[in-house]
Every structure is written in C-alpha cells, then in structure tokens.
C-alpha cells in the first residue's frame, strides 16, 4: 500500500472512530434553504433537514454550494449521536456562499457581491480614470484661460486667481488590489 493509500485509510479510520458513514444515497433536492434542504428519493422516504455544510456549528468561516431546487443531489449520511445527512454534490447550483471572517460573498445568477453589496458596484478603473484625466485637463484649460482672457472694456486679464487643488488621478490611488475583474 503507497503512502497515499495509507493516509486516506488513517484519515477515514480516525472520523470513523466518533461517526460511522452510513453511506451515499442520491435524490432529489426540496425545500432549499440557505443551510438546509430536503430531499426527495424515488421509492424511499424523503430525508428531511439534510445539511448544506457538514459541520453545523455557527463557523467564521465557511463555504457552502446551495443546490438549485428539484437538482440532483447526492448526499453522505453520517451516523453518530444521532443520524445526520450533508450534500456532498448537486448536479445545479443556486449560488455559492463564501465567508471568511467579516468578508462575505454570494455568487450567484445575478453576479458576485461582496458584504452585502454595500459599496454598490465595481467600478470600471481604466474607464474612471480615463475620465478624470478629462476633467483634470479641463481644469487646466480653464485655469489658462481665466489668467489669459482679457476682460471686455480694459483688455487687461481678469485678476481673479483660479489654482485647482485636484491633481492628475493615478489608478493605484483608487484601485482595492483585493478584487481583480
């Protein structure tokens, strides 16, 4: 037997000494909820509160594949205590559910959000910027202008004073390197 061999069956016999898998059954996701789903079998009872994640506990961190409902799912049924069932597969996804920490993201049909969406969207850097840039330069026209126009009667400039506190935008100064799009 190989090392890789020998590793899983010790990983398999160290669970097992505190929970016994029972097996692998297939069937039909229901009722999908964000934690929880049923599922219907053909010929067999329906398995009710089968779990999203396999561990139950209120966790920081987590990562959970929300089944589309009526998907095919198969599902471990694990007895210890008392007789629990996970999704280990779904054939269709309703969204994915990521939260590490305080840092939450749901993908789903309608895209990627981040905690909660509370920033709004992502913003278009090359497109902002390109933007800005036309705004500085306008800025600077404007100031040229204000120091050169000469003003109708005296054909002196005007003297008003016009200094701009906006300085060219450069992308690192907006862009969250955290988020590639």
């Known amino acids: 037997m190989g090392q890789v061999e020998q590793a899983i069956k010790e990983a398999i016999s160290a669970v097992s000494e505190n929970s016994q898998i ?3 059954i297939s069937g039909i996701a229901v009722n999908v909820r964000n934690t929880l789903c049923d599922v219907e079998r053909e010929n067999a009872p329906t398995i009710y509160d089968v779990r999203l994640n396999a561990i139950d506990d209120d966790l ?3 990562l959970t594949v929300v089944p589309e409902e009526k998907s095919n799912v198969l599902v471990a049924v694990i007895e210890n205590l008392k007789t629990e069932a996970v999704v280990v597969r779904c054939s269709e996804v309703q969204k994915v559910l990521l939260k590490i920490g305080a840092n939450t993201v749901v993908l789903d049909n309608n895209g990627l ?6 920033i709004s969207g992502l913003a278009k850097l090359p497109k902002l910027i390109e933007w800005m840039q036309k705004v500085y330069a306008d800025l600077q026209t404007l100031k040229t202008q204000l120091q050169t126009h000469p ?5 002196s400039p005007l003297a ?3 200094n701009p506190q906006t300085v060219n935008p450069e ?3 907006f862009e969250d390197t955290k988020i590639k799009h």
Do not use: L, R
Request: no cysteine.
């Open 60 to 62: 920081q961190s987590f």
């Open 113 to 118: 959000v981040f905690n909660d969406g509370e």
């Open 160 to 162: 008003m004073s016009f």
């Open 151 to 155: 003003v109708a009667g005296n054909g």
């Open 22 to 24: 029972k097996g692998i």
């Open 171 to 173: 992308k690192s100064e």
